[in-house]
């Protein structure tokens, strides 16, 4: 059975910032990883430093979590 994290940080847009969805649903946009981190706090999710390492909780989607700026 393939089970997804719950948490998605899609790619840096143009702007620098990255939508972040958990389970699916789309809780805004971030533009540094204590962005991320709020997020995770606000829904109820683990949001110590060491969660954003963790690829059962989130899937880091065009850059890992130090990648904010646009690569294209």
Same mark, same amino acid.
């Given at each position: ?9 899609? =790619?840096? /847009? ?13 809780? #805004?946009?971030? @533009? ?13 999710? =683990?949001? /110590? ?13 065009? #850059?890992?979590? @130090? ?6």
């Amino acid at each position: 059975m393939d089970v997804r994290p719950p948490v998605v940080v899609f =790619p840096p /847009e143009s702007d620098g910032g990255r939508r972040v969805t958990i389970d699916g649903v789309p809780v #805004g946009t971030a @533009y540094s990883l204590f962005d991320v981190l709020d997020f995770l706090h606000r829904a109820g999710l =683990p949001a /110590e430093d060491r969660a954003i390492d963790d690829a059962e909780l989130i899937e880091w989607r065009g #850059g890992g979590p @130090y990648d904010w700026n646009n690569t294209a």
